[in-house]
Every structure is written in C-alpha cells, then in structure tokens.
Nanobody
C-alpha cells in the first residue's frame, strides 16, 4: 500500500483543518488506519486510529473531542478532521496502515507509512 498524506498548512490557533490520506496499489478496506505526528526533537506520537474490522475509533487524550478520524473505502482515503487547533498541534502528521486491528496506538504495529504533511499552528 502506498499512502499519500495531504492537507497540511499554516493556520491560526482555533482554526480547523482536514488532512487526507489517499492509498494506492491496494485497497485500504482490509487495513486499520492511523494518524501519528512528530514535532522536532520529539518521538512520533499516536493521534488516532480506525479499526478495519468494525470501524471503531481511538484517540489520544490530547486530541479527544477536537479531532475526528474517518474513512471512505470507496475513495480509498482516510481523513483526519482537526478542529480547535492549538500551537502544540504543530507537527508533521503521518498516516499509516496496519493489517492488524489491535494495539493501534503502537507505531511498530503499522506496516505502511505515508510521507507526512506539515501542520503549523500560529498562536
């Protein structure tokens, strides 16, 4: 699976942004999909995931209530709707695909990664 993340940009605190992750070469319907982010000098951290088996979603506490993950299997695309953006949300955001449906907050459970899209939130 090849993943292409897009939708990043420069926004102000409080704004909204929607990231997209388009997959090619293989359908994502059999994969759990996740979003991670990484800021300079920090580890890549889990943000959100959606399980392939039943569509259950998971969120990091830092984004719960502000971010929403969704998937459109027909378009082979996963989205991350981000609202109420904060300065600390500034990071490169990565999408990833996992053939499993458990432990989705663990980066090493993912099989494929996109190249990342930069989100910059000005305070």
């Amino acid at each position: 699976v090849q993943l292409q993340a897009s939708g990043g940009g420069l926004v102000q605190a409080g704004d909204s942004l929607r990231l997209s992750c388009a997959a090619s070469e293989r359908t994502i319907s059999g994969y759990s999909m996740g979003w991670f982010r990484q800021s300079p000098g920090k580890e890549r951290e889990f943000i959100s995931a959606i399980r392939w088996s039943d569509g259950r979603t998971y969120y990091a506490d830092s984004v719960k209530g502000r971010f929403t993950i969704s998937r459109d299997n027909a378009k082979n695309t996963v989205y991350l709707q981000m609202t109420g953006l904060r300065f600390e949300d500034t990071a490169v955001y990565y999408c990833a695909a996992a053939s499993r449906d458990y432990g989705l907050n663990y980066r090493y459970h993912y099989d494929y990664w996109g190249q990342g899209t930069l989100v910059t939130v000005s305070s």
